[in-house]
């Protein structure tokens, strides 16, 4: 599913969403709620996940390079096998993540 790029989800809730796959490069997802959400292989990169809740969501494959998730919340996610090059999360939660 390719969604495009430079869309705003900032403020959405996406919880439990099935995104797997889709391509969300250079969009706004800040303060978006994407708990328990199955992004495998999704295309996150260039994107803004700030104060974004991606607590228990399935992150496997994704990308996640040059992503800005400052003060977001990962906990308990699974991330096998993501990009995070040249993430950046100041101050965010990754507890439990893995």
Known sequence: MSIGSSLSFADCTLR???LTN???RNADCSRADLSRA???GCDFSDSVLDATC???ATLDGADLSHV???EGTLV???LVGA????????????????
């Open 22 to 24: 889709a391509t969300l």
């Open 83 to 98: 990009d995070l090059s040249h993430a950046r999360f100041e101050d965010a939660d990754l507890s439990d993540a893995d």
């Open 38 to 40: 199955n992004c495998t």
């Open 68 to 70: 800005s998730g400052a």
């Open 54 to 56: 991606l607590d228990r």
């Open 16 to 18: 439990n969403a099935c």
């Open 76 to 78: 308990g996610a699974t």
